[in-house]
């Protein structure tokens, strides 16, 4: 179990985290927040890349950092761009990694070409990383993040970049990860994680806006989202969450108290509750 307890984190003047404490325990945890909110700075300090100003970080009531490298044995760890060797194939890319974590080569040659038909590299092992999509390098990072077979998995912002066909792959395989360890995975792309996430924590002001599912996320925003067309006055009070296009033409979601004048009630998605609670002040 991963707690967070009263952790702030502060650059000279600037609070990037505010008092955050949590909880995480085994499966999917999506951290959904804008850029800028401390996404990146909270998954840093549990990769013990960055240290907390105030509070502590414990791994079954230890405190990590008095843990060391007994820790970061348990941890896998994919950063929004990972350095690798551009001329390297992945199969010698992952035992070079596997040499630095001190894995014996025939052991870690077994979990390599355990990892590779896991993230679906088999076909791809011996090409140069330089020839690679984003999507296959990501896999690529994927796997060395899992060489350890990590207790706790955590990953920056990984699908940026990706076409949604390998977003949907990524997806799929964070799921399989997910059975008996801790996946906390960093986005601010909402359909990353609505499908896999079981707990979805998001940051606000710096601070813990709330941990919890998405259908109860979901829920908070029920009888408030309604759909207009296009060109309808949004009344003061009333925030334009989005539009589509609908078989009649463009349509506008809202968020209102009370239904608008043309309006039909909509059931709220996540991305919906993404777009309330992060609403851009001054827009109607």
Same mark, same amino acid.
């Given at each position: 179990?991963?707690? $967070?307890?009263?952790?702030?984190?502060?650059? !000279?003047?600037?609070?990037?985290?505010?008092?955050?404490?949590?909880?995480?325990?085994? =499966?999917?945890?999506?951290?959904?927040?804008?850029?800028?909110?401390?996404?990146?700075?909270? $998954?840093?300090?549990?990769?013990?890349?960055?240290?907390?100003?105030?509070?502590?970080?414990?791994?079954?009531?230890?405190?990590?950092?008095?843990?060391?490298?007994?820790?970061? !044995?348990?941890? =896998?760890?994919?950063?929004?761009?990972?350095?690798?060797?551009?001329?390297?194939?992945?199969?010698?890319?992952?035992?070079?990694?596997?040499?630095?974590?001190?894995?014996?080569?025939?052991?870690?040659?077994?979990?390599?070409?355990?990892?590779?038909?896991?993230?679906?590299?088999?076909?791809?092992?011996?090409?140069?990383?330089?020839?690679?999509?984003?999507?296959?390098?990501?896999?690529?990072?994927?796997?060395?993040?899992?060489?350890?077979?990590?207790?706790?998995?955590?990953?920056?912002?990984?699908?940026?970049?990706?076409?949604?066909?390998?977003?949907?792959?990524?997806?799929?395989? $964070?799921?399989?990860?997910?059975?008996?360890?801790?996946?906390?995975?960093?986005?601010?792309?909402?359909?990353?994680?609505?499908?896999? *996430?079981?707990?979805?924590?998001?940051?606000?002001?710096?601070?813990?806006?709330?941990?919890?599912?998405?259908?109860?996320?979901?829920?908070?925003?029920?009888?408030?989202?309604?759909?207009?067309?296009?060109?309808? !006055?949004?009344?003061?009070?009333?925030?334009?969450?989005?539009?589509?296009?609908?078989?009649?033409?463009?349509?506008?979601?809202?968020?209102?108290? *009370?239904?608008?004048?043309? !309006?039909?009630?909509?059931?709220?998605?996540?991305?919906?509750?993404?777009?309330? $609670?992060?609403?851009?002040?001054?827009?109607?």
């Amino acid at each position: 179990m991963l707690s $967070i307890e009263h952790v702030t984190k502060q650059y !000279g003047k600037l609070t990037a985290l505010d008092d955050i404490s949590l909880t995480f325990t085994s =499966g999917v945890y999506g951290l959904l927040s804008p850029n800028g909110a401390g996404k990146t700075t909270l $998954i840093k300090m549990l990769a013990t890349l960055l240290f907390p100003t105030k509070g502590q970080i414990l791994w079954d009531g230890e405190d990590i950092l008095a843990l060391g490298a007994k820790y970061r !044995g348990m941890l =896998g760890y994919l950063p929004q761009q990972f350095g690798y060797y551009p001329g390297y194939t992945p199969r010698q890319f992952l035992r070079y990694a596997a040499a630095l974590q001190c894995i014996p080569k025939k052991t870690a040659d077994g979990r390599i070409e355990r990892l590779f038909e896991l993230v679906g590299l088999s076909d791809a092992t011996d090409k140069k990383l330089k020839k690679l999509s984003g999507g296959m390098l990501q896999r690529v990072g994927i796997a060395v993040a899992m060489l350890n077979d990590p207790k706790l998995l955590l990953l920056d912002e990984p699908t940026a970049g990706l076409d949604p066909r390998e977003r949907v792959r990524f997806r799929n395989l $964070i799921h399989a990860l997910s059975e008996d360890r801790i996946v906390i995975l960093s986005t601010h792309i909402v359909s990353d994680i609505e499908t896999i *996430a079981s707990q979805i924590v998001m940051l606000k002001d710096h601070r813990l806006y709330c941990c919890d599912s998405p259908a109860h996320i979901r829920e908070k925003f029920k009888d408030k989202i309604f759909e207009v067309p296009s060109g309808t !006055g949004i009344g003061t009070g009333d925030y334009l969450l989005s539009e589509r296009q609908g078989n009649a033409g463009t349509v506008l979601r809202v968020l209102s108290d *009370a239904c608008p004048t043309g !309006g039909t009630p909509a059931e709220p998605g996540l991305e919906d509750a993404f777009l309330a $609670i992060y609403r851009e002040e001054g827009r109607p």
